[in-house]
């Protein structure tokens, strides 16, 4: 299993809000049966006029930190605000494990629509690797605004529908994301796997050959106030399903 994954769940969880507040802050975990709490995550995500910033740190911990060796991965996304909806302007990735540390620089040019990537690699004070590109496809979000914006792009929440959506940081799939809004005979089992209760339910597509089908499933279960409450991970190779949940 890609450790990374524990930690995409934590920023998926975190990636739904409301943005009429001015400073939201959450925290989620991630567990998986009898092995426990697998990873942990703050958010932060802030606000003012129309300039926003979202910070996620999250890390492995428990079992999970012994086998990643400690990995710790923070992102930021900021951009500014129109119409209601996050533009994200630059999104950044840090992770680190053991001595080794990495770090993506994304910065989006909407005027001549293209983005650029700069990738550092270090091993200890040594950098490896740095250089720089330009991705092959353009976008308005980053994975972590994009989450923020599901709420303004999908205007009819009860409408079954499959979402296509470009995304800075996805390049790996060519910056595909999507986003399954389920028929109504499907919000049973939703409602069984995740709560019960007045939720928005809908699922992500994760496309990474980790998974005993050809992709992976995100289910995520969100209340009235477009914070997510919990998601479930399904089919991951040899580790079954991972929960993810609000704490805080």
Same mark, same amino acid.
């Given at each position: 299993m890609k450790k990374s994954l524990i930690l995409f769940i934590l920023y998926t969880l975190i990636g739904f809000g409301f943005l009429d507040a001015k400073t939201i802050e959450a925290q989620y975990k991630v567990s998986f049966g009898i092995v426990g709490e697998l990873g942990i995550a703050d958010a932060k995500i802030t606000t003012e006029k129309n300039r926003y910033t979202i910070e996620i740190g999250a890390e492995a911990t428990g079992l999970a930190k012994i086998l990643s060796n400690s990995r710790k991965e923070k992102h930021i996304s900021k951009g500014h605000i129109k119409n209601g909806r996050f533009i994200s302007e630059s999104y950044h990735v840090i992770k680190s494990f053991g001595n080794k540390y990495v770090e993506k620089i994304y910065t989006v040019d909407h005027k001549n629509k293209k983005v650029t990537k700069q990738y550092i690699k270090k091993k200890g004070d040594k950098v490896t690797e740095d250089q720089k590109s330009t991705l092959d496809f353009y976008a308005e979000?980053? @994975?972590?605004?994009?989450?923020?914006?599901?709420?303004?792009l999908i205007k009819d929440k009860t409408l079954a529908k499959e979402y296509q959506f470009k995304t800075v940081g996805a390049e790996k799939q060519k910056g595909r994301v999507t986003v399954i809004v389920p028929p109504k005979d499907e919000i049973p089992k939703y409602k069984k796997m995740l709560l019960k209760g007045d939720y928005w339910y809908i699922s992500v597509i994760i496309y990474q050959k980790i998974?005993?089908?050809?992709?992976?499933?995100? @289910?995520?279960?969100?209340?009235?106030?477009?914070?997510?409450?919990?998601?479930?991970l399904k089919d991951l190779l040899l580790f079954g399903d991972l929960r993810g949940e609000r704490i805080k």
């Open positions: 979000d980053d @994975l972590l605004s994009l989450y923020f914006n599901l709420g303004n998974f005993t089908s050809k992709q992976g499933e995100l @289910l995520i279960a969100i209340d009235d106030e477009g914070m997510a409450q919990k998601a479930i």
